[in-house]
């Protein structure tokens, strides 16, 4: 059974910097291109960053692009998200994912994770 467990989601100011993690399970870690989505309240899950299979290749949205990191550690079946002078905005529930094509496309996705909540103070 796949399983992908989100951590190291909490409240931080704006300007601060968080780091989540996302333990993968029941799966080729290394096989599968990584996501990281969010989701705030009353929107639509988003985009935020995906890595590939060997982490030489990440996208990023807009949004994000010079403030997070999305890294991953085959070794460990872990995929990480290092957000950097967060925003009020970027508040949400934050979900890792995994596909089988390194790819934006949430509906590509076929594992995903339970969510970890981020909360940015302004």
């Known amino acids: 059974q796949v399983q992908l467990v989100e951590s190291g989601g909490g409240l931080v100011q704006a300007g601060g910097s968080l780091r989540l993690s996302c333990a993968a399970s029941?799966?080729?870690?290394?096989?599968?291109?990584m996501g990281w989505f969010r989701q705030a309240p009353g929107k639509e899950r988003e985009f935020v960053a995906a890595?590939?299979?060997?982490?030489?290749?990440?996208y990023y949205a807009d949004s994000v692009k010079g403030r997070f990191t999305i890294s991953r550690d085959n070794a460990k079946n872990t995929v990480y998200l290092q957000m950097n002078s967060l925003k009020a905005e970027d508040t949400a529930v934050y979900y890792c994912?995994?596909?089988?094509?390194?790819?934006?496309?949430?509906?590509?996705?076929?594992?995903w994770g339970q969510g970890t909540q981020v909360t940015v103070s302004s």
């Open positions: 994912a995994a596909s089988r094509i390194h790819t934006i496309k949430r509906e590509m996705y076929g594992y």
């Open positions: 029941g799966l080729t870690f290394r096989d599968y291109g």
């Open positions: 890595i590939s299979w060997g982490g030489g290749s990440t």
